[in-house]
């Protein structure tokens, strides 16, 4: 890039960057930050997201950071930017080696971390596959070893909001990942490099790590013997260099750093959280990590593995309990350095969602009850060449976190340990995540429905085989049965029976929750509430639905459709339809059994209204109703008119017969059922005559023959011997 390019470029950036108020002679100094968000679940603003940016400043030069900046928002029909508003500055430069941010001079590796927060945002509508992207951008990235020429490039920050079961993100349900503490950036030169962005998850989605590419307005920096995965000095260099290593469970990254090398390195850890199976969010932390040359040798603190106490079989720093079980441990930091003739001193810092207030309140303080304690040397305690702590938590069923689209698998929790010496200019430090992975009890399966019957009242009744729970001790809690009046939902709790032996519910018109459609279909789902105080929702894939059912008449003819209650059927069910008629002043009597959706009733010889239903049987036993359909006759007329036209020859007979139309009526074509109206054959006619061998088509018998004229119909009895 020639001088003039160059010039080019940094004011089109600057104009950039002044319209959202971060001027250039201040963002050059930005070395690090990360965006996520809050889901406000309490009071006037329940639903709502609130933003927040972090950045981290080299603060070796006076500049200034504006009070106000923007939010960038990709890919939502609306919103376009979301200001942040400045709600903290801290000084984070390790304390003890005499300068601060208030003090530094050019050189003096200082940093202060400011913290900005938007109002409460009502955010619509349900992201695209690729998300809605949150950024914030400016000029220009601070020279570091790893990209070339990084003062032509915008610092850019991206958090990523996926869409989840097609949700709504109004209101919110899910709080993104984010760091819990401000990581340790500045290292001596020779000291191994242990670093955590510090990434945690206020809804203990599960999260996966990984080392990703620094961005900039256009993309991907372009690095220079380095790659996002790999970005502090590794055998691209110097074959004798080691690769970066990253724990993609905890986000822990070690590097053993070559004596002697110094610089600045940009690492980018994302955080991906996963719910259900599904990627629901993309947390990145971009920061600018520091070797400074010292004038003398120190170690970082070594960290032994926990002692573990609970579970005893307990190995590592990673852990699986079942909810209930106790978590305990002793951690302990060494560091036998001097300081001249004396020992070394040694803190360490915790973090991590489910600490209790002060770490010794288990009642508060965390995000689920009961919180995790520490006892012995508290964090921020220093003691000569070691300090140790216990580290006790008693989980418990709220630490699983469950969800309506799926089962829980076990929820993560993240406790961050960072020891540090008081070597100076940069005091040593180490850290370790330990994880925690909690279980949920063990579930009973949801039972499967396998009628759904509409009474004449209105009531719909639905039936299954109830389920066994072979737990000790016993898991199970509750059916709770859902309904909606649409297939697809959204699906509405209307009642919970809490005898695992229940095998029915009644859906009444005095339902509290939702009474049935009535003059549409009602769909319905049940699933068992169990395991960890019978939080966990059964995921119930089948959907049934109540018949729909029509009668068309015209004339004398009933045509009748109707919808099933699941396609395929459900186990145990038969594989034919059973057709209902009630007749003026009679009772209900089977017409037909038919395996198809439809059915036409050629048999009523009798005006007015005439009834029916369709039923389905199932071996639980049971039996799938319709509702009601009401057709309307007007047999009489039609029927005396067409019959004095029609003349059937031989009847009885051996099943040839000839059907003949009189005074010109002409025939349009005939329908042969059996006598409970099943159509057996049928056809047009083409002339006043037609011949039918019906001894090749049917048993001896009798049957009902309809034939359709111009002035109506006639239906007689064929008999055949």
Request: hydrophobic share 35%.
């Amino acid at each position: 890039m020639t001088a003039a390019m160059r010039f080019i470029f940094r004011t089109l950036v600057l104009l950039t960057i002044s319209a959202t108020g971060l001027s250039m002679a201040s963002a050059t100094h930005i070395i690090g930050g990360e965006i996520y968000w809050d889901c406000i679940t309490e009071g006037e603003d329940a639903g709502k997201l609130r933003f927040y940016l972090k950045l981290y400043r080299d603060c070796s030069q006076n500049t200034m950071i504006p009070s106000t900046l923007n939010l960038q928002v990709e890919g939502h029909p609306s919103i376009t930017l979301i200001p942040v508003d400045m709600i903290s500055q801290t000084d984070i430069t390790p304390p003890g080696c005499g300068f601060n941010c208030a003090t530094a001079g050019i050189g003096d590796r200082t940093t202060e971390e400011f913290i900005f927060a938007s109002a409460p945002v009502v955010l619509n509508g349900v992201p695209p596959a690729q998300g809605w992207r949150f950024i914030a951008s400016w000029c220009c990235r601070t020279e570091s070893m790893s990209i070339t020429s990084a003062p032509n490039y915008t610092m850019t920050l991206e958090a990523v909001m996926y869409p989840y079961n097609g949700e709504n993100v109004y209101p919110c349900f899910d709080s993104s990942p984010r760091s819990a503490e401000a990581p340790s950036i500045l290292f001596c030169a020779g000291q191994d490099i242990r670093y955590n962005a510090g990434f945690v998850d206020p809804n203990a989605d599960s999260l996966l790590f990984s080392l990703t590419d620094a961005l900039h307005e256009n993309g991907i920096v372009p690095y220079s013997g380095y790659t996002g995965a790999q970005p502090l000095p590794g055998p691209n260099l110097d074959p004798s260099y080691p690769l970066v290593s990253l724990n993609p469970a905890t986000g822990q990254m070690d590097y053993d750093l070559p004596g002697g090398l110094q610089g600045r390195w940009v690492v980018v850890t994302t955080a991906e959280a996963y719910r259900c199976g599904q990627l629901i969010s993309r947390n990145s932390s971009d920061m600018l990590l520091t070797v400074l040359p010292c004038t003398e040798q120190n170690e970082i603190p070594a960290i032994a593995t926990p002692q573990w106490s609970a579970p005893e079989t307990a190995s590592g720093f990673e852990v699986t309990v079942n909810a209930g079980d106790l978590v305990n441990f002793v951690l302990e930091g060494v560091d036998t350095d001097m300081i001249g003739s004396l020992p070394q001193m040694v803190g360490f810092t915790a973090s991590g969602t489910q600490f209790g207030a002060y770490y010794t309140d288990p009642d508060s303080g965390c995000g689920h009850l009961p919180c995790a304690t520490l006892s012995g040397i508290m964090p921020g305690e220093m003691a000569e060449g070691a300090v140790s702590t216990v580290f006790n938590w008693q989980t418990d069923c709220a630490h699983v976190m469950g969800d309506d689209a799926c089962l829980p698998e076990g929820s993560t929790y993240h406790f961050q340990f960072r020891y540090r010496d008081n070597f100076c200019p940069v005091p040593g430090n180490n850290l370790v995540t330990v994880a925690v992975t909690v279980l949920p009890d063990p579930v009973v399966e949801s039972p499967t429905p396998r009628c759904v019957a509409i009474t004449e009242n209105g009531e719909v009744n639905i039936e299954w085989a109830p389920v066994e729970d072979t737990f000790t001790p016993a898991s199970f809690a509750a059916y709770s049965i859902y309904h909606s009046s649409s297939p697809t939902g959204p699906f509405q709790e209307i009642g919970t029976l809490t005898d695992i032996n229940a095998g029915s519910f009644s859906h009444t018109a005095d339902n509290p929750v939702a009474a049935p459609s009535v003059g549409g279909q009602n769909h319905y789902r049940i699933r068992t509430r169990s395991g960890c105080n019978g939080a966990a929702l059964y995921p119930q894939t089948t959907t049934v639905s109540t018949m729909g059912l029509t009668a068309e008449v015209q004339g004398s003819v009933a045509m009748l459709s109707w919808t099933p209650v699941t396609i395929p059927a459900l186990p145990g069910t038969s594989p034919g339809f059973r057709v209902m008629r009630k007749l003026a002043g009679q009772q209900w009597e089977p017409i037909a059994t038919v395996s198809g959706f439809t059915f036409s009733d050629f048999t009523v010889v009798q005006n007015g209204p005439v009834l029916y239903r369709v039923e389905q049987d199932n071996n639980l036993p049971c039996a799938s109703m319709s509702p009601v359909a009401e057709g309307y006759f007007n047999v009489g007329i039609d029927r005396s008119d067409a019959a004095q036209h029609i003349s059937i020859i031989p009847n009885p007979s051996d099943g040839r017969i000839i059907i003949r139309s009189e005074s010109g009526a002409g025939m349009s074509g005939y329908a042969l059922t059996d006598l409970s109206g099943k159509v057996l054959l049928h056809d047009s006619f083409t002339d006043g005559r037609e011949y039918l061998n019906l001894a090749t088509e049917l048993s001896p018998g009798v049957y009902l023959l309809r034939v359709g004229t111009k002035v109506g119909f006639s239906i007689s009895r064929v008999v055949i011997h």
